[in-house]
T-cell receptor, first 113, second 109 residues
Framework: DTGVSQNPRHKITKRGQNVTFRCDPISEHNRLYWYRQTLGQGPEFLTYFQNEAQLEKSRLLSDRFSAERPKGSFSTLEIQRTEQGDSAMYLC???????????FGPGTRLTVL | DQQVKQNSPSLSVQEGRISILNCDYTNSMFDYFLWYKKYPAEGPTFLISISSIKDKNEDGRFTVFLNKSAKHLSLHIVPSQPGDSAVYFCAATLDKFYFGSGTKLNVKP
């Protein structure tokens, strides 16, 4: 078990471009969460999946953001038409059922120029 | 709306002394509270948790106290070690997690 992995670790893009991040959770974990963290703040909830079903989306998740978990394993987070305000660390976490402990990946740091 | 708050952005403690990190919350429906530790360039790592039905949980040098009437929890680290220097986030959960803004702990040798 290698823990939660995220790719890429860093992404620099120009405003208006689309970006996609990938998260591979711990294999037996059925819940997968996406968070966004900006400097000086704690992680902010974006969305979560139970297996392949997306159960909740934050109001922070505008129409430019979409997340999928097609087979209930890995997940992707896509941001379309990126804006400078999207620059942040995007964290993925997974858990087993309603176990309160979530395991976090190292994050993907997005910089929008 | 910030449902979980950490009002101290930083804390400096001498090695061997006690570190006390504080957290306040507003939603009395939260069922679990957790503390995470974060080093630069890494994701948060789980430290310790407490159920809303308890008032204390201890794990080695780490103890979390929950005061439900005050909607307050604290993390005690005794004795503090230089390796404890990191950013500490408290989180509360009701299906999804709500995080505080973090407290940067510096343990001086």
């Amino acid at each position: 078990d290698t823990g939660v992995s995220q790719n890429p670790r860093h992404k620099i893009t120009k405003r208006g471009q689309n970006v996609t991040f990938r998260c591979d959770p711990i294999s037996e974990h059925n819940r997968l969460y996406w968070y966004r963290q900006t400097l000086g703040q704690g992680p902010e909830f974006l969305t979560y999946f139970q297996n392949e079903a997306q159960l909740e989306k934050s109001r922070l998740l505008s129409d430019r953001f979409s997340a999928e978990r097609p087979k209930g394993s890995f997940s992707t987070l896509e941001i379309q038409r990126t804006e400078q305000g999207d620059s942040a660390m995007y964290l993925c976490a997974s858990s087993l059922g309603r176990d309160p402990e979530q395991f976090f990946g190292p994050g993907t740091r997005l910089t929008v120029l | 709306d910030q449902q979980v708050k950490q009002n101290s952005p930083s804390l400096s403690v001498q090695e061997g002394r006690i570190s006390i990190l504080n957290c306040d919350y507003t939603n009395s429906m939260f069922d679990y509270f957790l503390w995470y530790k974060k080093y630069p360039a890494e994701g948060p790592t789980f430290l310790i948790s407490i159920s809303s039905i308890k008032d204390k949980n201890e794990d080695g040098r780490f103890t979390v106290f929950l005061n439900k009437s005050a909607k307050h929890l604290s993390l005690h680290i005794v004795p503090s070690q230089p390796g404890d220097s990191a950013v500490y986030f408290c989180a509360a959960t009701l299906d999804k997690f709500y995080f505080g803004s973090g407290t940067k702990l510096n343990v001086k040798p």
